[in-house]
């Protein structure tokens, strides 16, 4: 539905407005009006403000010649001339009465002689103050009075000569007298500042008041208080009240001035921006929100709160395409899981049905055997895969930094792919040489960086049918980084999928990876761990020509010693003759009866409990125990908790944890707890008796 309130705001506005301006003319007529009415009253009102407005303005001139006054007169070298009488500083200091605003300087000692003087054309008496004057300015410190001589009515300031650094009351040292002639220029500037009339008269009889006009009388008094002369101020008052109706005149016009202003701005400022709130709304028109953006104020945060919407919207619209086709992703990706499941379980089910069900030579039972064992392998390490891409995504997995041999791990890798590799195909599979290994243990995550590492390298074996696989690192001691690269001569990605090949649940190059297999999560796991441990991840690739994966970690060196390589020793298996007793806490009876044929090969002696509780019991009362097989995951007690009880009371008791729990989240938790060793379900034979036959060693010895 279309929003049509803007089209309806307008007028309203516009009433609005005019209502206001109406209403402000009527204002101003009526104060006219009114004014016209009482013109006595506000004559009588205006007269006193007149009479204060006077008295003020004459105060403040006084006020100011004072203040320069006495900043001159308490001085220390105004005093020392007073003794010394040094006419060269008087003449430097006091040549120019302009610069006091006067017509006269005089300075007098205390003996009422005149010391110095300095005088304009307006005043040429020199010796014009009486001596009774100068005594009364003794007693008062400053004053202020008016003489009429032969020059005419001066205004007289006089202010006692003091030193400026006497703590308490300061002594007399002479006098300086300011004076002013009240003449024409004088009265002009009074007149001006208090916009009125003057008048001087010498009688104290007050003059007969015009008809509207704003009357006020000052006494001019001799340092006696004795009158010298009486001055008229007046203000004609129809001037003031022409003044307010020309001001309202104004007014009138300016409010019809801003009338149209005010049509214009609501014009621009209002209908505008409603109307572009009204397009931005039922369109989401970018142009509408551009013109509300470069409004200023609080359209200009409309504007900006509508383009964030739009861009929140854009970002919805996406992640809902983005939310479909992760929706598709993932049914191509159960579809897929469920073939690459069914592929070993198929395998692993058909030919165990073949071994229970047809008798079958022993050399065909061991191809058999080999197949299921293969499956087996490959349905586990999909479910690891699974696992792992889970804990990613929910950010379970972190780093876990240890001091690493570079160069030690990258030769072991080599070494262990080298021997699973498939000899059938003619792939040239080496180790690029690194002529400048790490100097020193790198800090790392190990497990993780071999995990990105082989994964690289067991894709870039799966997709070659021929020519050559290698890989290796540089230390780039500028950038601070280790560079690992990878590269192959097979089938090559194009363009089009290069862009998808880290993404989870994505399986590209077309029949090869159909023939192949897999899930499709190794390269995302790759790069989540690249990131996690402060790297980067990229490829570059030529379809037809092979493909090269570069991917960096920090280079973070954790001590500064010499590394060298050492050759991995061999441990040996032993052969059947060994001796000891083993508990093995295991809760299901099919996994303790893959135990017990395991070690039927052993002459250990095998004692099984079904709970946590019972290996808690066996262990206080049996101290033939020499190692504990522990499951994790128990009834009653986990292994965690009993491994817990039984250590205070037989701490070197070795404790194997068995359990399906393979990450490394949960390694570092089994060790935390104080586990001798682990090994994760299914059980690697080899492997079991490898760990078993090194603590029963270690503890003989």
Known sequence: MKIKE??????KIILLVVGINVFSIALVLTVLLYITNIKKEILDNY???????????????????????????????????????????????YANPGLFKSDYIGVYGL????????????????????????????????????????????????????????????????????????????????????????????????????????????????????????????????????????????????????????????EKWISIPLNAITKALETGDKESIEILKNIEGDFKNIGTLFEENTKQKSKLVKAKLKAEENDKLKSSFLSNLSHEIRTP???????????????????????????????????????????????????????????????SCVKDLYDSIKITNKKAKK????????????????????????????????????FTEQGSVEFGYEIDELNNKIVFK????????????????????????????????GLGLGLAISKAYAEMLGGTITLESKLGKGSEFCFTIPLEYVEKQKITVQPVNE?????????????????????????????KAKKYKIIRAENGQEVVDICFNNPNI???????????????????????????????????????????KIFKAGFTDYITKPIDRERLFEIIDVILKKKVS
């Open 427 to 462: 792939i040239d599979f080496k180790l690029i040489e690194n002529k400048s290994p790490a100097r020193y243990p790198v800090k790392t995550d190990e497990v993780k960086l071999k995990q990105i590492i082989t994964n690289l390298v067991t894709n870039a074996l799966k």
């Open 47 to 93: 007269n006193n403000q007149f009479q204060d407005e006077i008295s003020r303005i004459i105060q403040l001139r006084l006020n100011e010649v004072i203040s320069s006054m006495e900043s001159e007169a308490n001085w220390n070298d105004f005093v020392d001339y007073l003794k010394t009488k040094d006419s060269s500083w008087y003449n430097e200091m």
């Open 486 to 517: 990878v590269k192959d001569t097979g089938f090559g990605i194009d363009e089009n999928n290069q862009q998808y090949i880290f993404d989870r649940f994505r399986r590209v190059g077309g029949d090869h990876s159909i023939k192949i297999g």
């Open 571 to 599: 441990i040996t298996v032993s052969k059947g003759d060994e001796e000891g007793t083993i508990l093995i806490a295991e809760d299901d009876n099919i996994n303790f009866l893959l135990f017990q044929k395991i070690m």
């Open 111 to 266: 003996d009422n002689k005149i010391i110095n003087h300095t005088n304009t054309a307006n005043i040429k008496e020199v010796d014009f103050i009486p001596k009774e004057a100068l005594i009364t300015l003794n007693k008062l410190g400053k004053s202020r009075f008016y003489l009429k001589t032969s020059d005419g009515i001066i205004q007289v300031f006089g202010i006692v000569i003091t030193r400026s650094n006497e703590k308490v009351k300061p002594k007399p040292e002479g006098y300086f007298i300011l004076a002013r002639k009240i003449n024409s220029a004088f009265i002009q500037k009074i007149e001006k500042a208090t916009n009125s009339t003057i008048t001087l008269v010498d009688s104290q009889e007050n003059n007969q008041a015009k008809n509207y006009t704003l009357q006020c009388t000052v006494d001019l008094e001799d340092y006696k208080n004795q009158f010298v002369t009486r001055v008229y101020f007046e203000r004609p008052f129809e001037k003031f009240i022409a003044h307010i109706l020309k001001s309202l005149y104004f007014i009138l016009f300016i409010s019809l001035i801003l009338l149209l202003l005010i049509f214009f701005y609501t």
């Open 345 to 407: 379980m198929n395998a692993i089910v058909g030919f165990t049905e073949l071994l229970m069900n047809t008798e079958v030579e022993k050399e065909e039972q061991q191809e058999y055997l080999s197949v299921i064992d293969k499956s087996g392998k490959n349905l586990i390490a999909i479910i690891d895969d699974l696992i792992e891409m889970s804990k990613i995504e929910s950010h379970q997995t972190k780093p876990n930094y240890t001091a690493v041999n570079i160069e």
């Open 626 to 668: 020499d190692l504990v097989l522990m499951d994790i995951k128990m009834p009653i007690m986990d292994g965690f908790e009993a491994l817990e009880k039984i250590a205070p009371i037989r701490p070197n008791l070795p404790m194997i944890a068995q359990t399906a729990f393979s990450s490394n989240e949960d390694k570092n």
């Open 6 to 11: 803007s089209k309806k705001s307008k007028p």
